[in-house]
């Protein structure tokens, strides 16, 4: 195991002291060059808890695939079995839909307006103050796992992990997540720190291109094929191609045994951690940072859109001393879990408030959601690796920001071209009618345009929809963001569809 560190340590679990920044070089066993140390004692403050938080992010994971939420294939099992002790949120959503913006939102607590991590900009800033710093900082033990290349050390994501395992570097897709389900099993059964642990874990298995479902492979008739998982949605969406019903049936199905797959790593992992750790008062939650498109609303992948099929996400919290198991339909958010995880560790109290809800006391029923997906450089840059998508009358309607306000059974998607959505959720889940013109609609519409205005400027500092003119974008915006990335990195997101 190499370590960089602001100290001698050759065993980081049981470093005696807390720092908090970390960045650096990724390896395979990242363990983070610490940028500001201190000599703060391995005791927690008076106020900690103590208790161990587990966050799982199922990577492209909607909620509407899951039994858990009554799906009608058996997808979930273990996500299943944990509902008998968690709260099962049903009305989660993501910040965007996409990795990048979500991950940032779920360590930060800030919305992407805030936190800068976006479709343009694809890193993590250290002006942010991270959960695992917060949570370092305070005494725990901060261990991440990330599966995709999208959370890496050099895109600022591994701020305040002691140790950051991208275990990407270690497999192709296919067999991903066994070898993080294989370290995460190693490293709990032989972890032996008296200090908390927080531990974060990417599971990337239900991600394109479809050939990950592993022992699930055979499971709902799912069948691999190459013509639909080998990032087929670049001819897609410049017309080259399109897909079969059949076709679409056997994505369909290879997604779901993909979950079905995840969902049996989520269980191998909590067999694990239960064996060692006090399920009665260790905080674990289960969540998506999005969801995929699966031919909805004629979309394939989880790009150019904030349609729900992206954004419902599952949410499940075990948390047995403030948390009762049952049902939650509040209006949830990936940038909950910060101050939820805190509060859960005992820390949240005096902290600055970051946008989110502490799911762990909060019982208002209404609030707005709100989503944002920024121009869509990562895509352009895949379909144009040379420049000049905004160019191409195919897909030149997707160069442009959105972001969404869902409240009381409406949503409106807003479009920075001023091509905007309504849709009447109570009645249209699925998003199939557009009310955005319906003079029946129009207080409704007007209403939810300016909310979304007032919290553009809440969230963004004064931010305003009108600063939100992409009709000129640099034609190599995207293409910077490889600027400095090793060839394995490269060769990662060339696999995943990001780049050419």
Not at 103 to 123: I, M
Not at 227 to 251: H, P, V
Not at 461 to 473: E, I, N, Y
Request: aromatic share 8%.
């Amino acid at each position: 195991m190499t370590i960089l560190s602001c100290a001698d340590a050759t065993h980081p679990t049981a470093w005696p002291f807390t720092c908090r920044r970390a960045s650096g070089v990724a390896l395979s066993l990242f363990v983070a060059t610490l940028m500001a140390c201190s000599d703060t004692a391995n005791t927690l403050p008076a106020s900690a808890t103590g208790h161990d938080i587990v966050i799982i992010v199922l990577d492209t994971v909607r909620k509407d695939r899951l039994s858990t939420y009554g799906y009608e294939r058996a997808t979930s099992p273990n996500l299943d079995s944990m509902i008998a002790t968690a709260r099962n949120f049903d009305n989660a959503h993501a910040t965007s839909g996409w990795t990048t913006p979500s991950h940032a939102s779920l360590f930060s607590g800030l919305y992407p307006v805030a936190h800068g991590a976006t479709q343009e900009n694809w890193r993590l800033t250290e002006d942010v103050e991270s959960l695992a710093e917060v949570l370092g900082g305070a005494g725990y033990q901060t261990v991440g796992v990330a599966g995709n290349v999208m959370i890496t050390a050099e895109r600022g994501f591994a701020q305040g992990f002691e140790i950051y395992h991208e275990s990407w570097r270690s497999a192709k897709m296919h067999a991903r997540d066994a070898i993080t389900v294989d370290w995460v099993k190693k490293f709990l059964s032989e972890r032996d720190d008296p200090r908390p642990l927080f531990l974060f874990i990417n599971l990337i298995g239900a991600h394109g291109p479809f050939d990950s479902c592993g022992s699930s492979c055979g499971a709902f008739g799912a069948k691999l094929d190459g013509q639909i998982t080998n990032s087929f949605w670049k001819d897609y969406y410049l017309g080259k191609r399109g897909l079969t019903d059949a076709q679409y049936d056997r994505l369909s199905r290879l997604y779901d045994a993909e979950v079905k797959e995840v969902d049996a790593n989520v269980g191998r992992i909590l067999k694990q951690f239960n064996s060692r750790h006090d399920p009665s008062t260790s905080f674990v939650a289960v969540t998506s940072d999005h969801g995929e498109n699966i031919g909805d609303h004629g979309h394939v992948n989880h790009v150019f859109s904030l349609y729900e099929s992206t954004l419902q996400i599952p949410l499940l919290i075990r948390y047995l001393p403030k948390l009762k198991r049952g049902r939650d339909s509040r209006p949830a958010q990936l940038v909950d879990l910060y101050p939820t995880a805190l509060d859960a560790a005992g820390l949240l109290e005096g902290r600055s408030a970051t946008h989110g809800r502490n799911l762990l006391v909060d019982a208002q029923t209404q609030r707005s959601v709100f989503t944002e997906y920024y121009r869509p450089d990562q895509a352009m840059l895949r379909l144009f690796p040379d420049g000049g998508g905004q160019d191409n009358h195919r897909v030149r309607k997707y160069w442009r920001r959105l972001r969404s306000v869902s409240r009381d059974g409406w949503k409106l998607i807003w479009g920075s071209d001023g091509n905007h959505e309504l849709y009447h959720l109570a009645i249209d889940p699925t998003e199939a009618t557009d009310l955005i013109d319906a003079p029946d609609a129009a207080t409704v519409r007007d209403k939810l345009l300016a909310e979304l205005e007032s919290l553009v400027a809440a969230y963004g500092d004064g931010t305003s929809l009108a600063d939100d003119d992409t009709s000129s974008p640099s034609p190599d915006a995207a293409a910077r963001e490889q600027d400095g990335l090793d060839h394995e990195t490269q060769e990662e997101l060339r696999a995943l569809g990001y780049i050419e």
